[in-house]
């Protein structure tokens, strides 16, 4: 007989957490009939400086299917937080699930961005992405480097081996499900090696709340300048220079200058 739901809860607390975020933002997406469009990243979105997208179209999922294979494969991956003894441990787990979230994005945008100026593929221009597989990949690699021994287990019945995990689950994923995002889980897997085989690395926790601090501020300021929230206590305003934007916080008198961004499809990740 298997150990209680409630004792490997405890075991994996940020991963838990992470899928009941997961979860909350699904649930409140089909209440509120919100669609993909509304919190997916897109390249034309992006470039009109919705850059919030970035985080909110990693925690949303469209379907029920599509967030429970997504935080099926994310619990299994949870281990990563039972292995202090090798380096990792939940405090590692939650630094670079900041990383992987934030630049796995950036990296997507990248990929659309060459794509589309190089090879002037205007689909990649209107694809919307949504979903949390790009860090699922992203933890994906770094196991299959750091425990390669490990297995992974799917809906409790499917395991497959680690070293093997993110290349099958890629290939798998682009025959099987159509709109799954190829581009969206390589980039997963690109990040994964590049925090697995210490190209990025020297997270610790006082960077990881200082990045935290930044993409809140973004993810803020990029909410109102794009019209998508009205905070209240924040007013963008033009400047003498056309080319530059103000910020002014309603009630204080201090000022930022920053420079302004000129102004179809659904993917899966």
Request: with cysteine; proline share 3%; net charge positive.
């Given at each position: 007989?298997?150990?209680?739901?409630?004792?490997?809860?405890?075991?994996?607390?940020?991963?838990?957490?992470?899928?009941?975020?997961?979860?909350?933002?699904?649930?409140?997406?089909?209440?509120?009939?919100?669609?993909?469009q509304h919190v997916g990243l897109s390249y034309g979105t992006?470039?009109?400086?919705?850059?919030?997208?970035?985080?909110?179209?990693?925690?949303?999922?469209?379907?029920?299917?599509?967030?429970?294979?997504?935080?099926s494969a994310l619990w299994s991956l949870g281990v990563v937080e039972q292995l202090g003894h090798l380096g990792l441990g939940v405090a590692y787990y939650l630094q670079y699930t900041l990383v992987l979230v934030a630049l796995s994005g950036l990296l997507v945008l990248g990929m659309y961005h060459f794509l589309i100026q190089r090879f002037k593929i205007e689909y990649f221009r209107?694809?919307?992405?949504?979903?949390?597989?790009?860090?699922?990949?992203?933890?994906?690699?770094?196991?299959?480097?750091?425990?390669?021994?490990?297995?992974?287990?799917?809906?409790?019945?499917?395991?497959?081996?680690?070293?093997?995990?993110?290349?099958?689950?890629?290939?798998?994923?682009?025959?099987?499900?159509?709109?799954?995002s190829f581009l969206g889980h390589l980039s997963g897997i690109i990040i994964g090696y590049a925090i697995a085989w210490g190209l990025i690395h020297g997270m610790t926790n006082y960077w990881a709340i200082s990045m935290l601090g930044w993409i809140v501020v973004v993810?803020?300021?990029?909410?109102?300048?794009?019209?998508?929230?009205?905070?209240?206590?924040?007013?963008?305003?033009?400047?003498?220079?056309?080319?530059?934007r103000s910020v002014r916080f309603i009630g204080n008198a201090r000022t930022l200058q920053m420079s302004t961004i000129p102004v179809g499809g659904i993917e899966m990740v």
């Amino acid at each position: 007989m298997g150990r209680p739901l409630f004792y490997e809860i405890l075991e994996k607390p940020s991963t838990s957490c992470i899928i009941g975020i997961c979860s909350a933002v699904w649930f409140y997406i089909q209440k509120k009939g919100i669609g993909y469009q509304h919190v997916g990243l897109s390249y034309g979105t992006a470039v009109e400086g919705h850059h919030w997208r970035i985080i909110t179209s990693a925690f949303s999922h469209i379907s029920v299917i599509h967030l429970v294979f997504n935080m099926s494969a994310l619990w299994s991956l949870g281990v990563v937080e039972q292995l202090g003894h090798l380096g990792l441990g939940v405090a590692y787990y939650l630094q670079y699930t900041l990383v992987l979230v934030a630049l796995s994005g950036l990296l997507v945008l990248g990929m659309y961005h060459f794509l589309i100026q190089r090879f002037k593929i205007e689909y990649f221009r209107r694809v919307t992405a949504v979903g949390y597989s790009c860090v699922v990949f992203g933890w994906m690699t770094i196991l299959s480097v750091k425990q390669p021994s490990s297995k992974l287990d799917l809906f409790g019945f499917l395991s497959l081996p680690i070293s093997f995990a993110p290349f099958e689950s890629l290939i798998f994923t682009s025959i099987i499900v159509p709109q799954a995002s190829f581009l969206g889980h390589l980039s997963g897997i690109i990040i994964g090696y590049a925090i697995a085989w210490g190209l990025i690395h020297g997270m610790t926790n006082y960077w990881a709340i200082s990045m935290l601090g930044w993409i809140v501020v973004v993810f803020v300021f990029s909410l109102k300048r794009s019209g998508a929230y009205n905070f209240n206590f924040l007013e963008i305003e033009s400047v003498t220079d056309p080319s530059l934007r103000s910020v002014r916080f309603i009630g204080n008198a201090r000022t930022l200058q920053m420079s302004t961004i000129p102004v179809g499809g659904i993917e899966m990740v």
